[in-house]
């Protein structure tokens, strides 16, 4: 039998009619000062649920009525999407309105002042340490603050796809399945790709010079990469180990190897799947719970992916067992 997983999401939630009570909740979830809730023409009401862990959250709020303040975002980078009402951002500098259809970036470097009415709100929340990392692992560079400008309206094109991430993110983040640390940081990480593809900003810092060293050590993050395929590491972490810069490691991996860090540690989970679909036989796994276990947590995506790689569906390296 598959051990039990121990689920790493946190959920809060809250609901109620009472003023006093909505504005503590928002102060507290979004560092907010200065909260001034003022009933409108809707019957009051407010209900907010947040799931996630401490690199990512999926949060989402109703709240009938109008809501003035100022938040403090410096501890996270924000994602923030309104479907019904809306309002103002950064009041009084560089105003942006809050429209359905319209996703923003929240300051990141400042507190900000906002007035917001009558909303559906939706939130993402991103581990600034970790946006940083996937950053630098995608542009060859050492992680520093990211830079984004609120006020830039994203492309469509990097609308619609943001989107289709988020409704792929949420199939993983919100479903019923138990999440482990390897599927939640996996799903983090492609999310995380994909905010930083869609929304302008720039690294405060320049690039790093291209970095020597990495010849010799190219076989020592490859077995780090097998040895802990089953934790939730990044290119960070091999980096880390084998002394190298993230530049260096990635410039190592393409000189020797012709692939990038990700794609080699991605590559060896993926056959991690196929060695255990290969030993059970129907009955005693499912796809599901083995992708899962090596952070495969969307089940289109990955049953794609391994067609791609393998010539066949994982269903089929199941049932071929013997």
């Keep these: 039998m598959s051990p039990v997983q121990t689920d790493v999401r946190q959920v809060v939630e809250s609901s109620g009619n009472d003023l006093d009570a909505a504005r503590a909740l928002f102060e507290s979830a979004y560092d907010a000062s200065g909260f001034l ?33 100022e938040v403090d975002a410096t501890s996270h980078y924000f994602v923030s999407w309104v479907s019904d ?3 103002v951002m950064d009041t009084g500098r560089d105003e942006v309105a809050l429209v359905p259809g319209r996703p923003v970036v929240f ?76 599927a939640m940081a996996e799903a983090t990480r492609q999310t995380a790709a994909v905010m930083l593809r869609t929304f302008p900003h720039v690294t405060v810092v320049p690039a790093v010079p291209d970095v020597p060293g990495a010849r010799g ?13 089953e934790s939730p590491i990044t290119t960070t972490d091999v980096a880390q180990h084998v002394g190298l810069s993230i530049r260096g490691l990635q410039q190592g991996f393409q000189r020797q190897v012709q692939a990038s860090p990700n794609s080699v540690l991605r590559g060896i989970r993926f056959d991690r799947v196929r060695a255990e679909l290969r030993y059970h036989a129907v009955g005693e796994a499912t796809v599901s719970e083995v992708a899962r276990r090596w952070g495969f947590a969307h089940a289109g995506r990955f049953s794609a992916a391994y067609a791609k790689r393998f010539g066949e569906l994982p269903s089929e390296t199941l049932r071929r067992r013997g």
Excluded: C
Excluded at 41 to 68: C, E, Q
Excluded at 120 to 140: C, H, I, K, S, T
Excluded at 217 to 229: D, F, G, T
């Design 107 to 182: 300051p990141s470097t400042r507190p900000f002042g906002f007035d917001l009415a009558d909303v559906r709100q939706n939130v993402v929340q991103f581990d600034r340490r970790l946006l940083e990392r996937v950053a630098a692992e995608m542009y060859g560079t050492e992680p520093a603050p990211l830079l984004f400008d609120h006020a830039a309206v994203p492309r469509p094109a990097a609308v619609r796809a943001w989107n289709a991430e988020l409704r792929a993110t949420a199939q993983v983040v919100l479903g019923p399945v138990p999440l482990t640390p390897l």
């Design 217 to 229: 050590r190219v076989q020592e993050a490859i077995e780090y990469m097998h040895a802990n395929a």
């Design 37 to 69: 809730p003022e009933r409108s023409d809707r019957t009051f009401g407010y209900r907010f649920r947040s799931v996630g862990d401490a690199s990512l959250t999926l949060d989402a709020k109703r709240f009938d009525a109008r809501m003035v303040g």
């Design 85 to 87: 009402g809306g309002g």
